[in-house]
């Protein structure tokens, strides 16, 4: 497969090649039914059994006990911003939040729509959104904490999560999930577009703890209500079968391939180390992100002009090394190096970067 470029892409991102091959060969005739997986019925023993593998795969992979439940929704983390306040909003206790760039900031804003009693506890904003808070305040009487566990655009990440004292920790977790172990705990609900590290684009993984459920209000709308998913196994209605497919394709592979979520991180952390060796080993390149709170799935860095960044990116491209634009909003560029994303494709970007700079530094 030497036509496939080394994908640096934000999301929608790269995914494993055994998993694109392993959905080609299946893909006219699934399991010997004579259809796609994309044909046959939601409600079929096929599709049942790529749904509870799917689920059976995140809890062991996570790690999580019986209380939490796995459910697969539509909409984008997007879509979770408005839901988590709306289900899990306990009457008179205000909704904490801690403000680390522009996804956090669309999900206090939804919150606020709502007319919630929205706090904003802790942030970045002073800093341009560099860094991630040193502490939070433990407010007692919150209905939660909310936190952006990685930061996509601004390339940050908890290394620690806030300690809450019970209060239930909610998490975005759309560019890091399945990348790094953690402690599943102390969270009411973790949610994550799919479209990063879990999948294609198109399904959301919603993980919540049994006791967030008796929060949900009866008189919000069906669709918007997580106790319909979990009392329907996330089969209310059509769910986005090929999303969930996929996303079952690439939990095997870091299941049984990769070895699981702790042999990942330990390769995650060796593609983030050499990059962030290479940016700190010059002055040509520039971390922004501080390096305390340096994320290990998004790497983002500047070079001396607006124009040798241009530059940088159009040869980058066509060296096969796709995807290197920073988000609009910032500029600069932004390698995401994904839990798809081989040490190979890292090593030929240093490559390219220490080349780069002979050339034009
Ligand atoms: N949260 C984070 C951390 C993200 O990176 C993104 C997408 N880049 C979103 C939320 C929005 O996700 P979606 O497009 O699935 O709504």
Redesign the pocket.
């Known amino acids: 497969m030497t036509d496939r470029i080394f994908n640096f892409n ?2 929608p991102a790269v995914l494993p090649l055994p998993v694109l091959q392993e959905i080609q060969a299946e893909l006219l005739n699934y399991k010997g039914s004579g259809m796609s997986i994309m044909e046959v019925s939601h409600r079929s023993k096929w599709f049942d059994d790529v749904l509870n593998d799917a689920v059976a795969r995140t809890r062991r992979l996570l790690n999580l006990s019986d209380r939490f439940r796995v459910l697969f929704l539509q909409g ?3 879509m979770q911003f408005p839901m988590v306040a709306m289900n899990l909003a306990l009457p008179g206790k205000p909704l904490d939040y801690v403000d680390t760039g522009t ?1 956090s900031t669309k999900a206090i804003k939804e919150a606020q729509i709502l007319g919630k009693d929205v706090r904003v506890v802790a942030g970045s904003k002073d800093r341009e959104y560099t860094y991630i808070p040193e502490t939070v305040p433990v407010n007692p009487d919150a209905s939660y904490l909310h936190i ?1 566990s ?3 655009i601004r390339g940050t990440q908890w290394k620690r999560f806030p300690e809450t004292g019970g209060v239930p920790l909610v998490s ?1 977790m ?2 890091d999930i399945l990348s790094r172990v953690f402690d599943p705990e102390p969270f009411g609900l973790i949610y994550a ?1 799919a ?1 990063k590290n879990a999948g294609p684009a198109g399904v ?1 993984l919603v993980i919540l703890r049994e006791d967030m459920l008796e929060r949900v209000p009866a008189d919000l709308p069906t669709m918007f209500r997580y106790t319909t998913y979990a009392e329907k196994n996330s089969l209310f209605n059509t769910p986005p079968c090929f999303a969930i497919y996929v996303v079952g394709l690439v939990l095997k592979w870091l299941e049984e391939t990769v070895g699981g979520v702790a042999a990942m991180e330990d390769i995650n952390r060796r593609k983030a180390d050499l990059l962030y060796a290479c940016i700190d080993e010059t002055d040509f390149y520039r971390g922004t992100a501080s390096p305390e709170s340096r994320s290990a799935m998004n790497v983002t860095f500047r070079l001396p002009t607006p124009e040798l960044e241009q530059k940088f990116i159009e040869e980058a491209t066509r060296a096969g090394l796709g995807g290197l634009k920073g988000h609009r909003s910032v500029g600069g560029c932004r390698a995401s190096i994904y839990n798809a994303m081989p040490l190979e494709g890292v090593e030929a970007l240093v490559h390219f970067m220490k080349d780069f700079e002979k050339k034009n530094g």
């Open positions: 934000p999301g984008g983390a997007s996804w952006t990685n930061n996509t975005d759309s560019s577009g479209q959301t």
